[in-house]
T-cell receptor, first 111, second 116 residues
Framework: DQQVKQNSPSLSVQEGRISILNCDYT??????FLWYKKYPAEGPTFLISISSIKDKNEDGRFTVFLNKSAKHLSLHIVPSQPGDSAVYFC??????????WGAGTKLIIKP | DAGVIQSPRHEVTEMGQEVTLRCKPI?????LFWYRQTMMRGLELLIY????????DSGMPEDRFSAKMPNASFSTLKIQPSEPRDSAVYFC??????????????FGQGTRLTVV
């Protein structure tokens, strides 16, 4: 039973355009949601987070939107750059500070 | 700080052999996590420690897997005996319970395990 789902295994976006990565969750008790970015042969690195009491958090080119009624969050990257090509993991923080992870979405930015 | 350090980076072993993966968390972090990443299942939490004490090991797949944290600066994940289906990338991560960016997990570079 996957509590955090990323339904798109991969996404291809033209450089300069907006990339939108989606994530759905089932547990309404999660208090924080996070996005991590992972390059090949490296560990995931923290990108941006959002508290469950907010609906938007912005950091430079990255914005995360949270829709609690739909149990859905999304990461927007605009404009997309070649260095954004990576696997993006969505995670939610549950009890005992555990992070529950999605399976990841591979983002490919085309020049 | 050097970040979370894992060793070895790559391990190739024969089925049935014992494998030990090592992790040094970031100094001052009081939580440590072991994850496994596979193509089929993505990133799975195996076990996590808080203040060197195992809190939740429900993700450990079988009794062949064991993890220890003898002190705040070192942890091991052991597989004995190893099987081909254990082949994966194993990540260690650490975090702090304080506020700020340190409350989110910092990952090591991972150990790529291949069991043949």
């Amino acid at each position: 039973d996957q509590q955090v789902k990323q339904n798109s295994p991969s996404l291809s976006v033209q450089e300069g355009r907006i990339s939108i990565l989606n994530c759905d969750y089932t547990n309404s008790m999660f208090d924080y949601f996070l996005w991590y970015k992972k390059y090949p042969a490296e560990g995931p690195t923290f990108l941006i987070s959002i508290s469950s009491i907010k609906d938007k958090n912005e950091d430079g080119r990255f914005t995360v939107f949270l829709n609690k009624s739909a149990k859905h969050l999304s990461l927007h990257i605009v404009p997309s750059q070649p260095g954004d090509s990576a696997v993006y993991f969505c995670a939610a923080r549950g009890s005992n500070y555990q992070l529950i992870w999605g399976a990841g979405t591979k983002l490919i930015i085309k020049p | 700080d050097a970040g979370v350090i894992q060793s070895p980076r790559h391990e190739v072993t024969e089925m049935g052999q014992e494998v030990t993966l090592r992790c040094k968390p970031i100094s001052g972090h009081n939580s440590l996590f072991w994850y496994r990443q596979t193509m089929m299942r993505g990133l799975e939490l195996l076990i996590y420690f808080n203040n060197n004490v195992p809190i939740d090991d429900s993700g450990m797949p079988e009794d062949r897997f064991s993890a220890k944290m003898p002190n705040a600066s070192f942890s091991t994940l052991k597989i004995q005996p190893s099987e081909p289906r254990d082949s994966a990338v194993y990540f260690c991560a650490s975090s702090s319970m304080t506020s700020g960016s340190d409350r989110w997990a910092f990952f090591g570079q991972g150990t790529r395990l291949t069991v043949v």
